[in-house]
């Protein structure tokens, strides 16, 4: 790490340390908040009132919705699906829902994708569940981020980094093969990651004059600068995104995420996070991470409404088919929209194999499931409309 590229001190400062022989500089960020200047006629300002009108928009549909868990699974797999994606993973949201009706590659068979990403995507899935479970009796805090990096990190690569414990050795961001002393950015030592660690658990839980979508873009930064863990860094700070977004109650559920904007602009939002440290170039990050609030409260606008359509619309359908008992299975889907028969059986509390069957065949028949593939669980279903709305490249 070049210290000449952090001369600024507007963000931090930067250490010299001797490890192993080899000597290397570190970047140790300044305690939050940043003096950051928001005024309502600034960019900023207009920005940030934008911003956060669009989620009091999203906030207000998640309020009136009479089943808002239409839209919390499918949005929930989805990020987990694009936050891994940005650290390397070859998962699709396809190949999740797969493996979560416990499809399983068969033996002998080479599988579409790499058992392992289905793994850790699927992780990010639970730890998420999890964290939004826990704020019910723990505020977000060191102890909870700790508890989610368990669960993100459980069965899955980077296990031996223990998962849930924060680092006790020097890490840094690079090349795979780069040593500290040629990263482009080095981390805090451990005795200055703590003491970062305590302040930003401190600002977590104190009142401030920045509205909270802007202390929420500071909190992201700090995080990622921090880099606590020896790995899961990036992953455990935009799941952080979602579940502030819940604890400060500016969203009653998890219905924004970032990993899409953040995926769709990978490299300036390194860039950015970067500049910071580099120059204290606040203000550029702030209008970024604003953007990407405006952007993805209207893509989840926008993917809401084609949910709570395509439900009316398989409502109707099934209504004046006279196939009443199939519609619980059609409102199941948004939640399980790739499932077996036996699944359905257990979802449903049927007694039978073959009353399953019927109700799968009936949802066949008025084209709301196609069949798919065989695989240890049986014949997958697919309610192909569901996926098409989730993976579509813009709502």
């Not at 005024?39 to 009108?53: M, V």
């Not at 040629?182 to 805090?188: G, H, L, N, R, T």
């Amino acid at each position: 790490m070049d210290p000449e590229r952090f001369q600024s001190g507007a963000a931090g400062r930067v250490v010299q340390r001797t490890e192993a022989g080899e000597v290397y500089w570190a970047f140790v960020p300044n305690p939050l908040p940043p003096e950051l200047r928001v005024s309502l006629a600034s960019a900023l300002g207009r920005t940030h009132s934008t911003a956060d009108r669009v989620l009091g928009e999203l906030g207000g549909l998640g309020r009136t919705m009479p089943n808002p868990h239409l839209l919390i699974g499918p949005f929930m797999r989805r990020e987990a699906v694009l936050s891994s994606r940005i650290e390397g993973t070859q998962a699709d949201i396809e190949d999740l829902y797969v493996y979560e009706a416990g499809q399983l590659p068969l033996p002998g068979v080479k599988p579409r994708t790499a058992e392992a990403d289905v793994r850790e995507v699927l992780n990010y899935v639970r730890a998420l569940e999890y964290g939004l479970d826990r704020l019910e009796e723990l505020p977000v805090s060191l102890r909870l981020i700790c508890e989610l990096h368990a669960r993100l990190m459980e069965d899955v690569r980077g296990e031996d980094a223990r998962p849930g414990e924060f680092r006790d050795r020097q890490n840094w961001i690079g090349a795979a093969d780069c040593k500290r002393g040629e990263a482009p950015f080095v981390a805090p030592p451990v005795d200055e990651m703590h003491s970062a660690l305590d302040a930003f658990e401190k600002y977590l839980h104190s009142i401030n004059g920045f509205p909270p979508l802007i202390r929420l873009a500071l909190v992201h930064y700090q995080f990622e600068a921090i880099h606590p863990f020896i790995d899961g860094n990036g992953r455990i700070g935009r799941l952080l995104i979602s579940l502030l977004l819940v604890h400060w109650e500016l969203l009653p559920s998890p219905l924004l995420y970032l990993s899409a904007f953040f995926e769709r602009h990978r490299q300036r939002y390194y860039d950015l996070l970067m500049a910071v440290s580099e120059r204290g170039a606040w203000t550029d990050w702030v209008l970024f991470f604003l953007q990407g609030v405006i952007e993805q409260c209207g893509d989840a606008l926008a993917r809401a409404k084609k949910l709570q359509d395509l439900q009316s619309e398989w409502t109707r359908k099934l209504s004046r088919a006279g196939a009443y008992k199939a519609r619980a299975l059609a409102e199941l889907l948004f939640g399980y929209p790739v499932l077996t028969v036996p699944q359905v059986q257990k979802l449903l509390g049927l007694k039978t194999y073959q009353t399953a069957r019927k109700r799968v065949q009936r949802l066949v028949d008025a084209g709301i499931l196609v069949r798919g593939k065989r695989g240890p669980g049986g014949v997958e279903y697919v309610a192909a409309e569901i996926m098409r709305v989730l993976t579509q490249a813009d709502a």
